[in-house]
């Protein structure tokens, strides 16, 4: 079982830890109160500033006084004059008061403010933020904290004979990401009234915003065997607590969230930061490599839980004074388009009294700003390589896209326009550039340097005509099937498949199984939409072949007949197939499954089994010592490592026996199972 894994820092921990407190609730059938009716929270992404990147850095003159002590009253309010003056006319409004803030807690065991670095309380600082027509957000953990637990005698506002001895388990077991609090235990009707308490109290603040962070299942803690770590309910009863506390507040979750909760973070919050922190924890704010590039894969799971009143949260972005940010000005591009293209909240963290030009240009942008309020969140092509083509299609017929090459070294980056379902000629305007080129056909294309981007609009000549499908993806094959997905297509009503030119199937929806195929044949499938008597032209074609007779056929990473380098190694998992997987693989230690048979050379779906605990984790795929895959594991962010997930892309093999090398130079990987062909 790999064991390693992205860990949170020591000055978190200690932030987290002079910060705990909070709490959590009640049972499902808890009487519900009379909810205040409020416009949408949230409807779009929101903008803003946090404290928590400047906390966090150790780039000269921020915190003088030593980790974290740039917080203060002083500090808070110098940045919210300067985003009132330089970012509120483009819509940046919150202020947000990370970790470090609090000291402990009142009588109640609610918290109170760091009276040393907020000497007139949290209510005055927001009231200040308030009257510069900014919102005011604050920062809490999940569970009890320790120190207000106070032997269990303390009482809890507003709930006669409830005392903090009456919402714990007897074991005082822990809870939240850094083991920092007491778990709530929910059978308790006293639990909603502590979460109420403090709610209620933030609300008397003027609180817009709370961000609870260490929440579980993630946080890399929380698998189905940690059940100390699953703060769902804990998520329930504060969006109860939040939603009766007399003023509207955004309610916010963090970090690393396990997606297989997704549901539950949609029902009861806002948004849920997706991954690690972006901050590199060092002379700058944040590094390429840690960890703004993991943004790419880390996200991909997550795209269609985004929507109004909830939104993935890819955390600060710090692209605004390039000394301190500790990026390239390509980085820093492509930093904000990626933010931007995905509706993450587009909050700050750098010192904004100091904002070099460039990066006033990046932030203030009202193009990029207004992809980012559509609300539409982009998806790649695919992942396959280090080149990657995102896109939205519009509700104007328009689509956005943009190239990234994340790669260390430059390259050229194309987005075809058959597979992104541009019909005919079109405008394409560059953002960035704010040009525009009319009558383009065929692709958009640039030469990038290394981790750099563009960003496009591109709108159809014939708008109004039935749009091609974009994206056609095969999903699953077997001897005589294949699956298929794609994008809807601007117009249609319904859709035609087509294999070798033949149509084999209609459907009103987005995907289909071909049926009735030939064993270990190829087949080129093309997919059209209808709308009445007009048809769109042909989606891009895909080229597959099904599996041979006898087949799909499962190859076991740890068979005999698999090599293992390094540190590689078999272990243990009931849910594997066999019982059995590979781990610790990454770095120098790979593992490569041979003979790999096909009948005929061709393009196959080949399908990987694989346990990833983590955000995700990427991995080569090479093909007989040449032609290298990337794979995209995507990870369940609460440190489960026996639970198998798959994952498939289409690979090119040659007749006869073939040896496929799982491997990252860079970093580890998921554990892997199997792959099927």
């Not at 904004?352 to 539409?376: F, H, M, P, W």
């Not at 943009?402 to 000629?425: E, H, Y």
């Amino acid at each position: 079982m790999s064991l390693r894994r992205r860990t949170a820092t020591v000055l978190a921990a200690v932030a987290l830890v002079s910060t705990a407190t909070l709490t959590i609730t009640a049972p499902a059938d808890a009487i519900q109160e009379q909810q205040p009716t409020y416009p949408q929270i949230a409807a779009k992404p929101y903008l803003g500033w946090s404290s928590w990147s400047l906390q966090s850095t150790n780039y000269p003159g921020v915190n003088p006084d030593g980790p974290g002590s740039f917080i203060s009253e002083k500090n808070i309010l110098t940045q919210a004059n300067a985003l009132a003056t330089k970012l509120k006319p483009y819509g940046y409004e919150y202020i947000n008061v990370d970790a470090g803030w609090q000291d402990g807690g009142d009588e109640y065991g609610r918290p109170v403010a760091n009276l040393e670095r907020f000497p007139r309380g949290m209510k005055a600082v927001g009231d200040d933020i308030h009257k510069l027509g900014l919102k005011f957000g604050i920062y809490t953990v999940v569970g009890l904290g320790k120190d207000v637990y106070r032997d269990g005698n303390t009482p809890i506002y507003d709930a006669p004979g409830c005392f903090t001895r009456d919402i714990v388990y007897p074991d005082l077991r822990t809870t939240n990401g850094w083991d920092a609090a007491y778990k709530i235990d929910y059978a308790s009707p006293c639990a909603q009234k502590y979460a109420d308490s403090i709610a209620k109290l933030f609300a008397s603040w003027g609180v817009d915003f709370i961000k609870m962070d260490g929440v579980g299942p993630g946080s890399w803690k929380g698998a189905p065997d940690d059940p100390n770590h699953n703060n769902t309910e804990d998520v329930e009863a504060w969006w109860r607590a939040v939603q009766n506390a007399g003023r509207p507040m955004m309610y916010t979750l963090s970090w690393s969230l396990s997606h297989r909760y997704a549901d539950v973070w949609k029902q009861n919050s806002n948004g849920w930061r997706i991954d690690t922190d972006v901050e590199c924890y060092c002379d700058t704010i944040v590094k390429w490599d840690s960890s703004v590039k993991a943004r790419w894969w880390d996200v991909a799971q997550w795209i269609d839980d985004a929507g109004p009143g909830h939104w993935n949260n890819l955390d600060a972005i710090n692209v605004g004074v390039g000394a301190m940010d500790g990026l390239t000005d390509a980085e820093r591009q492509s930093y904000m388009t990626f933010w931007a293209i995905n509706s993450a909240p587009l909050f700050a963290g750098d010192d904004l009294t100091k904002l070099d030009a460039y990066g006033l240009k990046l932030l203030t942008n009202r193009e990029v700003i207004a992809i980012n309020q559509s609300g539409n969140p982009a998806r790649p092509l695919d992942q396959d390589q280090l080149q990657q083509i995102w896109y939205a299609q519009n509700a104007d017929g328009s689509t956005t896209v943009a190239l990234f090459n994340l790669a260390d070294s430059p390259a050229t980056v194309t987005g075809d326009f058959g597979r992104l379902g541009i019909t005919g000629k079109a405008t394409v305007r560059d953002i960035w550039a704010g040009q525009n080129t009319r009558n383009v056909s065929g692709s958009v294309s640039a030469n990038l340097p290394a981790h750099g981007s563009k960003l496009y609009k591109i709108t159809p000549n014939n708008l109004g005509a039935v749009g091609k499908p974009a994206d056609v993806t095969a999903t699953d094959v077997s001897r005589t099937t294949v699956s298929l997905a794609w994008r809807p297509s601007a117009g249609a009503t319904l859709y035609r498949l087509f294999a070798n030119g033949k149509q084999v199937a209609t459907t009103s929806g987005t995907s289909a199984v071909v049926s009735g195929l030939l064993a270990q044949t190829p087949y080129t499938f093309t997919v059209t939409g209808v709308r009445g008597s007009a048809t769109s032209e042909a989606s891009a074609p895909i080229t597959l072949s099904t599996s041979a007779s006898g087949g799909p056929v499962r190859y076991e990473a740890e068979a005999p007949t698999s090599t293992l380098t390094g540190d590689a190694s078999v272990s243990g998992c009931t849910a594997c197939s066999g019982g059995s997987k590979i781990g610790n693989i990454g770095y120098s230690s790979t593992v490569t499954l041979n003979g790999i048979t096909v009948p005929a050379t061709g393009t196959y779906l080949v399908k990987i089994a694989y346990t990833d605990g983590d955000t995700s984790r990427q991995s080569m795929l090479t093909v007989n010592g040449t032609d290298s895959y990337w794979v995209n594991y995507h990870g369940l962010g609460d440190n489960d490592w026996g639970t198998p997930q798959v994952t498939y892309l289409p690979m090119t093999l040659t007749a006869g026996a073939n040896s496929i090398k799982v491997s990252n130079p860079n970093g580890y990987i998921a554990d892997i199972d199997w792959i099927t062909v």
